[in-house]
């Protein structure tokens, strides 16, 4: 089992990348289409707002799990800068417990929400339900808490800002 896991880790990483790659082009694409067809032809796609809304949610949790994967996110840490070394390390671990707790709590909340526009039915583009394409909210949120959960614990070495 230890031989194959950090394998299934790199392709989980890869397919992170390829996701918001994908979603960036699309939004772009997307968008300067409307653009286009609204100031040229005076029409817009009826379904490209709804979807570049959607496509915006995943691309800020996914760009969010790919800034906490490479420990890159934003921090506010003032009183780090003046610590020194063996405190500032501490003060990483309780900043991403902290943040880690966060989270978890919004994961939490997000899961809530799918689940209320599950027993409510809410439809995409009267195709499809609406909740799958929003479990990237719960699914995110849980991902980066455990992500920093890990990261306060193991003490991983963080990226000093350029």
């Known amino acids: 089992m230890k031989r194959w896991l950090p394998g299934l880790g790199r392709l989980l990483l890869r397919i992170e990348d390829i996701l918001l790659s994908l ?3 699309g ?3 997307l968008a300067s289409s409307q653009i286009l ?4 032809w005076e029409y817009s796609l009826p379904w490209g707002d709804p979807s570049l809304r959607l496509m915006v949610l995943w691309i800020t949790l996914l760009g969010a799990m790919a800034a906490t994967r490479d420990h890159n996110h934003i921090r506010i840490d003032l009183l780090s800068r003046y610590l020194p070394e063996p405190l500032k390390q501490a003060a990483d671990r309780v900043t991403d417990l902290f943040a ?3 989270c978890a709590l919004l994961a939490w909340h997000a899961a809530r929400f799918v689940l209320f526009e599950l027993e409510d039915g809410s439809r995409f583009l009267d195709l499809m339900p609406l909740w799958p394409l929003q479990l990237v909210m719960p699914a995110g949120f849980g991902i980066m808490a455990l992500r920093l959960l890990l990261g ?3 003490g991983r ?6």
């Open 23 to 25: 979603i960036l082009g």
């Open 27 to 29: 939004m772009i694409l």
């Open 37 to 40: 067809l609204r100031n040229l």
């Open 100 to 102: 880690a707790l966060v």
């Open 152 to 154: 306060a614990v193991s």
């Open 157 to 162: 070495p963080r990226r000093e800002p350029k």
